[in-house]
């Protein structure tokens, strides 16, 4: 088992920055990637950022998000990084950390923080 918490959700004005951080505890060797998936109100979860848990650390990132948000990881801390910038009053939703476990099919996260809210205003 792999548990995951965020933190670094909170309210922002549009065009301003968040940074959101995920630490994992437990058997955090059994996953192989992870990933940040946001839900807005109303709509389905979508993943917005993913990372192999590895040297190669192989980005994915959502079109959405593509080119003001980064992902990023401290692998010896156990810690996922999602920075945000030029934030949209469309990104609000809540925001979770997940983790694949390896050989598990490369859409299926199997490990869920309990997520993190953010919100922009304009």
Request: aromatic letters at 8%; hydrophobic letters at 35%; charged letters at 15%.
């Amino acid at each position: 088992q792999v548990q995951l918490k965020e933190s670094g959700g909170g309210s922002v004005q549009a065009g301003g920055s968040l940074s959101l951080s995920c630490v994992a505890s437990g058997s955090t060797s059994s996953a192989c990637a992870w990933s940040w998936y946001r839900q807005a109100p109303g709509k389905e979860r979508e993943l917005a950022a993913s990372i192999t848990r590895d040297d190669e650390a192989v980005t994915t990132y959502s079109d959405s998000v593509a080119g003001r948000f980064t992902i990023s990881q401290d692998l010896a801390e156990n810690t996922l990084v999602l920075q945000m910038s030029s934030l949209r009053p469309s990104d609000t939703a809540v925001y979770y950390c997940a983790a694949r476990r390896c050989g598990s099919p490369l859409s299926i996260f199997d490990y869920w923080g309990q997520g993190t809210q953010v919100t922009v205003s304009s």
